[in-house]
């Protein structure tokens, strides 16, 4: 270990080794260092999954990546590039955590796949890129055809194809495409059918999400701005209480959100489906101006995430909806008052919530009996003492087990560990952030994610950023360099 020097800017630069392993082969293509940039301009449009294959999250999207492959085929190619072989392409694309999925369009870089990552989703979003920006309709059998989907709709009606209205609302479509369906016709006569008699916008919710508690179609005639058509279509687009699934979750869940958990199928049973939610409906007209945006799910599409996230598990023959609520910053309660026919636990619930009297549900590994080694072991129900420590300069590790570069750091990091463990002010530390809820301020999307925390700084957590080698051979020593105060350590360890 070195000592002391002026303060500098703060780093973390760890190196360490891939393990690489062979992956079957379908309607996924596969692509190396020396042919990525020739295959990917072949492809109008092409999502290509960067991954490692010791990655767990990268195995668990394996499946669904190759499904979407399959059913995509002739539409979307689907491709994947191991990391661990073809560093030379994953540098180039800035790739620092597995699996990373990007759009390429005739070979340029076009954006970062931010869509859902189930194969029913991935085949969603991917058709929205690859085809225009807003459908073209000419007949009402056009509109019905449109509009007769699982999502929601945003369909223009305009006089003519030189509207300067069409070309306002083209512009939106090409930058929300990814999140909106759009659609557009030059025949006012399609729009006088929903009280629209001259130019402007038709939203038109799901069909199975009709309801008596809100109107199917809104609609909006000007201003035609981007910002005025991406306000109409946040305002509007979900209604009183949607249908939260896999795909959508990530968009619904900007806001603070409560969902109705039960066995809802809108393919098989849809009026029992709707028989709940119109009762969630009901109360969630007269708290819709309180900030909360209201939802309903399928209990088994989250059963993993209920159990996991707010210790739900699944009750065998019931059909009583489990109610959660999710704020932004990620706080959770559940209501543990069963649900009644007729809301009134609901909106007690609510009142309670809105009042700020329920208690916040945390995920938390149970707190170790013995916790004196070099590296201390922190969960969820000892975060704020061990890490939040005002007096002391905190690194911490957000690590996964099955994670392979935890487990290659792991002894190194436990050597740091033990280097400054005659500082009393300086604790190094860890936590599995698949078992214990992650706080808020921590931006955790792979492992190992490594911060640090300075002691009087406690709201201002600095991420340090890992990069990977293929073999250490090459610079057998890892250093680990951090700003505190006004200080810079810098630990060399071999």
Known sequence: MAGFVPRAFPCLLLLSVFDTSADGRGDVVELRDADFEYAAAEQETMLVKFYAPWCGHCKKLAPDFETAAKRL??????????????????????????????????????????????????????????????????????????????????????????????????????????????????????GHKYDLKSEGVLLFRPPRLASKFEESVVSHQGPFSITALRRFIRDHIYGICPHLTRENKQQLRKRDLLTAYYDLDYLHNPKRSNYWRNRVMKVASQYSSRGLLFSVANRKDFAEELEGDYGLGSVEGSELPFVTIRTRAGHKYTMREEFTRDGKSLERFLEDHFAERLKRY??????????????????????????????????????????????????????????????????????????????QGYDVQGFPTIYLVPAGRKDEPKRYEVMFMTSLETLPLIMIVLSVDHRLMVFVMH
């Open 73 to 190: 085929k002739g539409i979307v190619t689907l491709a994947k590039v191991d990391c661990t072989a073809n560093t030379e392409i994953c540098g180039r694309y800035g790739v620092s955590g597995y699996p990373t999925l990007k759009i390429f369009k005739n070979g340029e870089e076009s954006s970062a796949y931010d869509g859902p990552r189930s194969a029913d989703g991935i085949v969603d979003h991917m058709k929205k890129h690859a085809g225009p920006d807003s459908v073209p309709l000419t007949t009402e059998k056009d509109l019905q055809a449109f509009i007769n989907h699982s999502d929601a709709s945003v369909v223009g009606v305009f006089e003519s194809s030189d509207s300067p209205q069409l070309v306002e609302f083209l512009k939106g479509a090409s930058l929300m495409r990814d999140s909106f369906r759009f659609a557009h016709t030059t025949d006012l006569q399609l």
């Open 362 to 439: 945390i995920k938390s590994e149970p707190v170790p009996i013995k916790n004196n080694g070099p590296v201390k072991v922190v969960v969820a129900d000892t975060f704020e003492e061990l890490v939040n420590d005002p007096e002391k300069d905190v690194l911490i590790e957000f690590y996964a087990p099955w994670c392979g570069h935890c487990k290659k750091l792991e002894p190194k990091y436990t050597k740091l560990g033990e280097e400054l463990s005659s500082d009393p002010n300086i604790v190094i530390a860890k936590m599995d952030a698949t078992a214990n809820d992650v706080p």
